[in-house]
């Protein structure tokens, strides 16, 4: 555990560092090595990404026990932290959550992302609820004495009431209520845009995390916004699919196999993927 | 198991097309349901693919009900017929190997891929132990009712002794062998340039199966030659992975996400190749 530990602190301070911390979001052993291998200091997991290779779609439909299985498999091929998606912890209660993130920090995740928007409904959690979530989180991490990272989720510039304004005023208000019951970050799914950004950031005085999408500012834009995390959410299985698609169109079409060879890594390469990182 | 029973007649009849079967190679449900998108008759595993892709090097590794399982979740999800890359057949005898077999069958596979050469050790088992297996394997699929197409691997051109022409007379000889022991089709792995080709599809007068390459012939060119199968071997996996490590490399470096965002699919997209392509 003492390992896990250091990890753990070693994730919290990468989100008080001068520059953001990058954090790819991976979904399965070798993406998440392939990242490690570049450089990254952490990595995440992408609960679409890792659901979706295994068969369901985004949300809670996959067996609670299969998601803990495929966050263990990860973290333990991997030598950097790792921060596991729960989505909405798997529970309607906060025990329940709780039990959820316990048995992720087992499986030696250091930081979770907890969210409190409906896949299934596009609602939102009652705020009082996701509170006593978060808290019974902080707990359940303190009683393991693993300071895990809790990255709090809202999505309410999507599911909230009212127009683009009212949604960032709610927004706003849940992430300030979430980082005083204990969030370490906080990430209001779809915050893309410099001004939009500002105001986030001046408004909490914490940590926030925006996901790579189309639009979104660079590194350094990012950096001068106030930004402290940066994860990719599922934009890299996005792409990877994306990559398979043109290069079955090249087979298809024109019977060659470019995409497919050009810039490919090897058999090696990629058998050391499946292993942790030589020390 | 009567619509098993005509995937795999299906299946069969694509080694008897005009036309190659271009078969693609998966590694996880969305890489497989992307290649059923875009058009492929017919989808295999890529062992290599697979099994880093759940944290083992290729290989036996891996416990050989992962294996199953994993060929199971993809064969669940896709509506046209699938084949699984057994290795070696998890087994030093026939009885285990039929095994081996039998439950890739019930776990919805109609194909298989068996190869006669061990990454351990970098050696050829014996050619009549190989025999033994692959005439097991026919009698296991046949106790099942399932016409399975076996596709007999040799590793011959790279483990067999002797220069390069004994090396492929080692092939040669053995792929005639499996063939008269129940092998649909036959594939000396490491066969790309097209004398060489031409020499084994001359001999052999089955389909002979060819992996892409760097530097192998376009798909026209293999059909003037006579190949009957095209597979993607890991390709997909090296391409994919070396995809995301440029990527990684332009957002440390340059902190703009092009490789991730361009030509990416969608979310919408991406959970829609967790479940079956809709009829």
């Given at each position: 555990m003492s390992d896990q530990v250091e990890r753990a602190e070693r994730f919290r301070a990468l989100h008080h560092a001068p520059h953001p911390l990058v954090l790819p979001n991976a979904w399965d052993v070798p993406s998440a090595r392939t990242f490690e291998d570049a450089g990254f200091p952490a990595i995440a997991t992408s609960s679409a990404g890792l659901m979706v290779s295994l068969g369901y779609p985004d949300?809670?439909?996959?067996p609670r026990r299969e998601l803990v299985r495929a966050v263990e498999r990860i973290a333990s091929r991997l030598s950097v932290p790792l921060s596991a998606d729960v989505v909405a912890g798997y529970g309607r209660t906060a025990r329940a959550v709780a039990s959820t993130v316990q048995a992720m920090v087992r499986a030696g995740a250091v930081g979770i992302n907890l969210e409190d928007g409906s896949h299934a409904t596009e609602t939102l959690a009652p705020v009082a609820s996701q509170i006593a979530k978060l808290k019974a989180v902080r707990a359940v991490a303190d009683s393991l004495s693993v300071p895990l990272v809790i990255n709090a989720r809202t999505d309410a510039l999507r599911y909230?009431?009212?127009d683009p304004a009212a949604k960032l005023r709610e927004a706003i208000a849940r992430l300030g209520a979430y980082r005083d019951a204990g969030a370490d970050c906080v990430y209001p799914m779809g915050l893309a845009d410099a001004p939009t950004i500002s105001t986030v950031v001046s408004a909490l005085g914490c940590p926030v995390n925006v996901m790579v999408r189309p639009g979104l500012p660079p590194v350094p834009e990012l950096e001068r916004l106030g930004i402290k995390r940066i994860s990719f959410g599922p934009a890299a299985s996005y792409a990877a699919l994306g990559l398979l698609r043109r290069a079955s169109e090249e087979v298809r079409?024109?019977?060659?196999?470019s995409l497919l060879t050009d810039g490919a890594i090897t058999f090696d390469e990629l058998n050391r993927l499946a292993v942790p990182r030589p020390a």
């Amino acid at each position: 555990m003492s390992d896990q530990v250091e990890r753990a602190e070693r994730f919290r301070a990468l989100h008080h560092a001068p520059h953001p911390l990058v954090l790819p979001n991976a979904w399965d052993v070798p993406s998440a090595r392939t990242f490690e291998d570049a450089g990254f200091p952490a990595i995440a997991t992408s609960s679409a990404g890792l659901m979706v290779s295994l068969g369901y779609p985004d949300g809670e439909e996959m067996p609670r026990r299969e998601l803990v299985r495929a966050v263990e498999r990860i973290a333990s091929r991997l030598s950097v932290p790792l921060s596991a998606d729960v989505v909405a912890g798997y529970g309607r209660t906060a025990r329940a959550v709780a039990s959820t993130v316990q048995a992720m920090v087992r499986a030696g995740a250091v930081g979770i992302n907890l969210e409190d928007g409906s896949h299934a409904t596009e609602t939102l959690a009652p705020v009082a609820s996701q509170i006593a979530k978060l808290k019974a989180v902080r707990a359940v991490a303190d009683s393991l004495s693993v300071p895990l990272v809790i990255n709090a989720r809202t999505d309410a510039l999507r599911y909230a009431p009212g127009d683009p304004a009212a949604k960032l005023r709610e927004a706003i208000a849940r992430l300030g209520a979430y980082r005083d019951a204990g969030a370490d970050c906080v990430y209001p799914m779809g915050l893309a845009d410099a001004p939009t950004i500002s105001t986030v950031v001046s408004a909490l005085g914490c940590p926030v995390n925006v996901m790579v999408r189309p639009g979104l500012p660079p590194v350094p834009e990012l950096e001068r916004l106030g930004i402290k995390r940066i994860s990719f959410g599922p934009a890299a299985s996005y792409a990877a699919l994306g990559l398979l698609r043109r290069a079955s169109e090249e087979v298809r079409v024109r019977g060659t196999y470019s995409l497919l060879t050009d810039g490919a890594i090897t058999f090696d390469e990629l058998n050391r993927l499946a292993v942790p990182r030589p020390a």
